[in-house]
């Protein structure tokens, strides 16, 4: 698309404000922002998020959109999910903003991460809160916005976009799109049940796979020792950093982001599983349990072992079945996009189900391999990842 370009410092910003961390071994990442589109008239101008001046008016704003109990909800999280997270490249939250004059009228929420990419660790974020005012819809704020955000970071990435976004994503051919395989070890006959089914057709098909259930859900002994966690130590660090070339594309996991996710969140209460061999951290695990229609549902939200560990793999897989059991929950759901993670939980009882979530990833700060995006056989993506788990 032709559009004509508006320099940073003539707009008045530095390029430290705009964004600091947006770095590529190619050269940095251009910064020019506010945007326009000479094929609209009065294009709203895009520039960061300003601290003194705009809080309110997106409070404002959300609420206009989404509603009251949705913008409490946003509140209770929102210092801890822009202003602490460790990832922040200047220590302030990286929110484009939509300005018309000084109204606001949009915005896009990010969160900031450190992404190991093909062996290479680049500034990268995490595409979350797309906003625009209702009557400024349609108008192609959302799609400047998107644009803004992707010429500012090492990486692009989205996890469960929603329908507009997957389809830009698409319009912009960015290369990396595909589902988030999900996975459903049973525990009980009620896992099967369905909330849309009748219940006669429940009752059928809970009694026809009993016997498969039983199988599957045997406890088993561990194979290492497990404890419970209330933060990740700094060794957390030195393990991401120890397994970290095993994979091909996997957000930077040590100890202060980890903190900050699982264990420092306000609105969502993680448990926390280490995996220890002579008291040297091999791996963790992070779930919580929740009610569902018609039954109880563990999530395993996150985890990290080495790829070729799987006697480890499988004791954590192990202790969220006993713990699961202990929350008497009817089954264990995970999202996991690593090809030989996914066969290891098929050998522990997990079943392939429909998933319902998407993963898009464009990589903007280093060159990438011949048939990166093909092959991702080797890329750690979880439900942990991005804010999806609210």
């Known amino acids: ?35 326009r589109d000479p094929s609209r008239p009065a294009m709203a101008e895009i520039d960061r998020f300003r601290p003194d001046e705009d809080r309110r008016a997106l409070e404002a704003l959300y609420r206009r959109i989404f509603g009251n109990d949705a913008a409490d909800a946003s509140r ?52 979350m809160d797309l906003m625009v005012a209702p009557e400024r819809q349609r108008q192609g704020i959302g799609e400047a916005l998107f644009r803004v955000w992707d010429r500012h970071t090492g990486a692009s990435l989205g996890l469960s976009p929603s329908e507009p976004s997957r389809q830009l994503a698409q319009k912009l051919r960015w290369p990396g799109q595909g589902p988030v395989p999900c996975l459903i070890k049973p525990l009980t006959r009620r896992a099967v049940k369905q909330p849309n089914w009748p219940e006669s057709l429940n009752n059928l098909v809970s009694a026809v796979t009993l016997p498969i259930v039983k199988i599957v859900a045997r406890t088993r002994p561990l194979q290492a020792q497990v404890e419970l966690a209330r933060r990740f130590q700094p060794e957390a660090t030195a393990f991401w950093d120890r397994i970290a070339p095993r994979f091909d594309l996997a957000v930077r996991r040590d100890a202060p982001y980890l903190n900050w996710k699982f264990i ?17 951290l091999e791996g963790y695990a992070v779930y919580r349990h929740l009610q569902e229609p018609r039954s109880r549902v563990t999530i395993l939200v996150d985890f990290l072992v080495d ?18 059991r202990a929350a008497d929950s009817d089954k264990i759901r995970a999202y ?6 996914r066969r290891q939980l098929r050998k522990s009882g ?9 993963f898009v990833v464009k990589v903007n700060g280093v060159e990438v391999p011949p048939g990166f995006y093909e092959h991702h056989e080797r890329w750690h993506v979880t439900l942990g990842d991005s804010d999806v788990d609210r």
């Not at 410092?9 to 050269?27: D, H, I, P, W």
């Not at 790829?307 to 699961?324: H, K, M, N, Q, S």
């Not at 996991?336 to 993670?341: E, N, T």
Request: aromatic letters at 10%.
């Open 1 to 35: 698309m032709a559009h004509r370009r508006q320099s940073a410092r003539a707009a008045g910003l530095t390029e430290r404000a705009l964004y600091n961390g947006a770095r590529s071994r190619r050269g940095p990442v251009r910064k020019e922002i506010p945007w």
């Open 76 to 127: 209770l999280r929102w210092d801890w999910q822009y202003r602490r997270n460790p990832g922040n490249p200047d220590g302030h939250p990286v929110i484009y903003v939509a300005r018309e004059g000084p109204t606001v009228v949009g915005q896009y929420g990010t969160m900031p991460v450190r992404l190991s990419v093909a062996g290479r660790e680049i500034e990268a974020s995490w595409g």
């Open 264 to 280: 420092e969140a306000p609105h969502v209460r993680y448990s926390v599983a280490i995996l220890k061999r002579d008291e040297r």
């Open 307 to 324: 790829p070729e560990d799987e006697a480890g793999l499988d004791t954590l897989l192990r202790w969220v079945d006993r713990e699961a």
């Open 336 to 341: 996991v996009l690593h090809s030989g993670f």
């Open 350 to 358: 997990y079943f392939s189900v429909r998933s319902p979530i998407d």
